[in-house]
């Protein structure tokens, strides 16, 4: 049975941009907020390759889609299978 290629860990937030965002003027809820997005950034960056479009093409339906093929591979072949591991 053919394995599909593992992905590396991937890490959504470097100890640098972690460092940043720690040191930036902004409360707990904001940095919070500020590793989302710039997580979001990285993955929807990630989608769009996947899909061979720019990312601001990327359309609701494909991330979506991304989403549900994510969480199926999940289900069906195990967390180190997906590419979000969790």
């Known amino acids: 049975m053919d394995t599909p290629p593992q992905q590396p860990t991937t890490q959504f937030l ?11 003027l902004l409360a707990s ?15 929807l960056k990630y989608i769009a390759q996947e899909y061979g479009v720019a990312m601001e093409d ?18 069906e072949q195990g967390i180190e299978a997906a590419y979000l591991k969790w």
């Open 14 to 24: 470097t100890l640098e941009e972690s460092a940043q965002v720690d040191a930036a």
């Open 29 to 43: 809820p904001e940095k919070f907020l500020t590793r989302l997005t710039i997580s979001s950034l990285k993955l």
């Open 58 to 75: 990327l359309t609701t339906q494909q991330v979506i889609s991304w989403f549900e093929k994510d969480a199926k591979i999940k289900r």
